[in-house]
């Protein structure tokens, strides 16, 4: 949460960090500030609300003359979303000047210290004490000045600091929260992540905790307990124009239309099927350091995640247990950190999350690496923390997901969970060639089905367009369709803010249906399947209570037509297939909505991208 950007070496650096915040927005967008050295002095802009309003605000600033600047889009944690409370935040002193992503949680105790010794704060956030703290150690020396203010911080940051005497120097830091430094020819950029960076150079270093970068615009330090390391570029694989819209209205949208692509890409890259029936599939997994024997011995499989991540968990653990046979458990990382879990090495941990910087993520991650469990991650983000800390990677290859509802992440991690379920299968020998084949030919072609069902789009809308003024929904399946079913409350309320539930729907009767009348649209996944049967008796037990019933069901299915008051069809066929083709409808009702009930689609209120505050 949070988004900072420093630049130092290219001109209109103002400008340029400007851009980069507004590419940054998802990570939050309450108030936005930029800071630059001037003539000796801090030159300080901050507006509470969005860059477009700092943008504003700035006039014709944005294009000055400078070659060092830093800026932040604000998730507000310590303090109201006001202009004194956006960063950067400067020193008593008018020296220092920093930008902070994280919580300090020491600075009431760090505040109070320096309060004592007469310094006066202007706001209310935990940054202003970072600022003083290095204001204090600061006598001409910057990097020194941070390295020994840094100890003094408990908690978690990201960190772009700047004396007003110092034009042409940036000192980065990170302890939890991410930092990556752009490395350019003659500039330099430090930036929460690669987004900012793209435009300008794909070569990047993503910082490690307790790690310093000290940029200059020709020169570029990472430091690790006071001294210098070596360090080593990622060439970052996607263009500028995958962090832009590219003729869409949002973000959401376009990356929902990017789940085709991205999913053929990822059967494309990971999979080889040789043409001989009698040979084994093959399935690569590069970024991942380790055999076969990987997989072997386990007795239980933890799912660690959040939010989407957890639905596409619930997803995974159906496919795993089916096809691997590890009893398999999804587990909100939240709550699984402080419950003090058993575990041992025998249990293999897979966190799954598209930042890769949730914290909740990262700490359960630790808690299981300390326990000797191996940790696999799943992760959209290159480079990023829970990347970094877990013993094996998988990565999504989604490319920037910038819309704040995560949609082609979701799919891309059922994918991903059901490459890894086969891999498993297939060393544990608990499915046999033939078998793999059939499942691995289920999903050729998924491109074009998923094209086939943003086809629907039209159609979708102007179910939206019926309910748009539903004050709650309900969103009902099972097996499979029971998280869908989860997903596809959590993407309406998140972007529409309409209230909406999912469950099993064998657990409607246990409750929910309490809630039905005639004002209740209640959305049934009904594709088929083992349970089909028993979702139509659902559905007769919601219409006799005169819910408004919106089933997605297949084409074959003529009868549903009588009993549901819209239907959504799509061609039903292997579970795998039909789990992800089903999301898309879900995702798309919810956008419609959103843009028919004029919210901000991609920064929806009181949410960010990546959640790393607990
Ligand atoms: C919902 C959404 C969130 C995230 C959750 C985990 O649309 O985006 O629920 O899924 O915050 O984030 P990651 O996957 O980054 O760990």
Not at 345 to 363: F, K
Not at 494 to 502: D, F, K, L, N, T
Not at 509 to 536: Q, S, T, W
Request: include cysteine; charge should be neutral; hydrophobic fraction near 45%.
């Amino acid at each position: 949460m949070c988004g900072i950007v420093g630049c130092v070496g290219l001109p209109k650096a103002v400008g340029v960090v400007l851009d980069g915040l507004a590419s940054l927005e998802y990570r939050g967008y309450d108030s936005a500030g930029a800071a630059w050295p001037e003539g000796g002095r801090i030159a300080l802009v901050r507006a509470a609300g969005r860059v477009a309003d700092l943008r504003n605000l700035l006039g014709g600033r944005a294009g000055l003359d400078v070659e060092t600047a830093i800026g932040h889009t604000r998730w507000a944690t310590h303090g109201a979303p006001v202009e004194k409370n956006a960063h950067p935040q400067v020193s008593a002193d008018g020296r220092i000047a920093v930008v902070h992503n994280g919580i300090i949680d020491n600075f009431v105790k760090l505040r109070g210290e320096l309060e004592d010794a007469g310094i006066v704060f202007n706001s209310d956030t935990d940054t202003e004490a970072i600022a003083n703290l290095v204001a204090r150690e600061y006598a001409g020396d910057l990097v020194r000045a941070v390295e020994t203010a840094l100890p003094l911080l408990d908690g978690t940051f990201a960190l772009g600091v700047m004396a007003a005497d110092q034009p042409g120097l940036v000192v980065g830091a990170r302890r939890g929260s991410p930092l990556a430094v752009g490395i350019g020819v003659g500039f330099h950029l430090l930036a929460s992540d690669a987004v900012p960076i793209i435009p300008h150079t794909r070569r990047v270093v993503f910082l490690g905790d307790d790690q310093v970068a000290v940029v200059a615009p020709g020169a570029c330090e990472i430091r690790e307990k006071g001294v210098p390391i070596d360090w080593a570029c990622t060439e970052v694989t996607w263009s500028a124009d995958a962090a832009r819209k590219g003729g869409y209205d949002h973000f959401m949208l376009k990356e929902i239309h990017e789940q085709p692509i991205v999913l053929e890409n990822m059967f494309r890259d990971r999979l080889r099927l040789p043409p001989a029936s009698d040979s084994d599939p093959e399935f690569i997994f590069p970024e991942m350091e380790f055999s076969a024997d990987y997989f072997k011995g386990i007795s239980r499989i933890v799912l660690l995640a959040q939010g989407t991540a957890y639905h596409a968990c619930m997803v995974g653990r159906n496919m795993i247990e089916r096809v691997a046979r590890v009893p398999t458990y999804p587990e909100y990382a939240a709550d699984f950190r402080y419950r003090d879990p058993i575990l041992d090495p025998s249990v293999l941990v897979i966190a799954v999350t598209q930042s890769g910087e949730t914290m909740d993520t990262l700490h359960a991650v630790r808690l299981a690496r300390e326990s000797g469990c191996k940790v696999l991650a799943l992760v959209n983000a290159v480079g990023s923390s829970i990347a970094r800390e877990a013993d094996a990677v998988f990565y999504l290859n989604c490319g920037p997901e910038i819309g704040v509802a995560s949609t082609k992440a979701f799919t891309a991690m059922i994918a991903g969970l059901y490459f890894l379920a086969l891999r498993m299968g297939q060393i544990r020998e608990t499915v046999d060639r033939q078998e793999i084949r059939r499942r691995v030919n289920d999903l050729l072609g998924i491109g074009h089905r998923l094209e086939a069902v943003l086809a629907l789009d039209q159609k979708i809308r102007r179910i939206a367009r019926k309910y748009k003024d539903a004050a709650n929904f309900l969103f009902l399946g099972r097996g499979t369709g029971w998280p869908l079913a989860m997903e596809g409350a959590l993407k309406l309320k998140e972007v529409s803010y309409i209230h909406a539930e999912g469950y099993d729907a064998a657990e409607m009767k246990h409750g929910p249906i309490a809630l039905v009348d005639e004002n209740m649209p209640v959305f049934f996944i009904a594709l088929g399947g083992r349970r089909y049967d028993k979702i139509v008796g659902n559905i007769h037990e919601v219409r006799a209570r005169k819910g408004r019933i919106i089933a997605l069901a297949s084409h074959g299915d003529k009868a549903i037509s009588k009993i549901a008051d819209d239907v959504v069809r799509i061609r039903a066929e292997s579970g795998i297939m039909n789990s992800i083709c089903c999301a898309v409808p879900l995702q798309l009702l919810a956008y419609h909505v959103a843009v028919l009930r004029g919210s901000d689609v991609d920064k929806p209120k009181n949410l960010a991208k990546s959640v790393t505050v607990e």
